[in-house]
C-alpha cells in the first residue's frame, strides 16, 4: 500500500485553512486539480466537510478528520525510517525542524519535556542538524519529510510546527489520546479560528 502523503497534504490545508474552496486547496497543497476535488468528495461522502453554495468547504466534525488522518499518518510514518537523536531545543536550529507530537505539546506548555517528540527535517536540513547533537540532550525521534510542510509552516514560541492539524494527528499516532489530546485540540482549534477572525 502506497502511504497516503498526498492525501496528508490536503488534510493539513483544509484543516488549517478555514473556508478555503477546493482549487485554492490544490494550489497551496501542490496537488492537480483532479486528485484533490476526489479526496475530498470523498471526505464529504464520509461525513468530514461539506460545501457552501459559494465553494467554501465546511468541517462539519474536525476530531473526526484528525482521528482519519491519525490512521494515514500511521501509515505513512511506519513507511519511514526514524533517528532518535539528542538534543537541546536551540534557536540556532529553529529553520532546520518542525516540532510535532509531544515536542509540539512542550512548545504549547502542555508538558514539561520535550523527549520523544517527533521532529520534522528536510534533505536540506537534516546535515546541518547532525551538528547540533549532544549526548546531554533529549531524545528525539527525527524523520526526513517533504519539504512541503516547511514551506506552510506555523511560529509557535519561537520554533515552528508542520501544521496545526498535523501536530494534532501526531500525538494520536503516539499514542495519546486522554484529557491531554481534548485540551489541546480545543487550544489548537480557538488558535485557528483566532487566525480566521484576524484575516476577517
Known amino acids: 500500500m502506497k502511504p497516503p502523503v498526498s492525501r496528508e497534504k490536503i488534510y493539513s490545508v483544509v484543516f488549517d485553512y478555514t ?3 477546493i482549487p485554492e486547496v490544490a494550489r497551496l497543497a501542490e496537488l492537480n486539480y ?5 479526496t475530498i468528495r470523498a471526505l464529504k461522502r464520509e461525513g ?12 462539519l466534525d474536525r476530531k473526526g478528520l484528525i482521528f ?4 494515514d499518518k500511521e501509515v505513512i510514518l511506519n513507511s519511514l525510517s526514524p533517528i532518535t537523536i539528542k538534543l537541546v531545543p536551540d534557536y540556532d536550529m529553529r529553520n532546520l525542524v518542525l516540532f510535532s507530537g509531544n515536542s509540539a505539546l512542550w512548545l504549547l506548555g502542555k508538558i514539561i519535556s520535550p523527549a520523544g517528540g517527533i521532529l520534522y527535517a528536510s534533505e536540506k536540513t537534516f546535515k546541518d542538524l547532525m551538528k547540533f547533537k549532544d549526548p ?3 531524545p528525539f525521534k527525527v524523520y526526513i519529510y517533504d519539504e512541503f510542510y516547511f514551506k506552510i509552516r ?11 492539524g498535523m501536530i494534532l494527528a501526531d500525538m494520536l499516532v503516539q499514542g495519546m489520546y486522554t484529557r491531554l489530546f481534548d485540551d489541546v485540540f480545543e487550544t489548537v482549534v480557538s488558535i485557528i479560528e483566532g487566525e480566521k477572525n484576524e484575516k476577517a
Open 19 to 21: 473556508g478555503i474552496r
Open 68 to 71: 482519519k488522518w491519525a490512521r
Open 34 to 38: 483532479i486528485y484533490t476535488y476526489q
Open 154 to 164: 506555523k511560529e509557535l514560541n519561537g520554533y515552528y510546527i508542520p501544521s496545526w
Open 48 to 59: 468530514y466537510l461539506t460545501t457552501a453554495s459559494d465553494g467554501r468547504i465546511i468541517i
Open 136 to 138: 546531554e540532550g533529549y
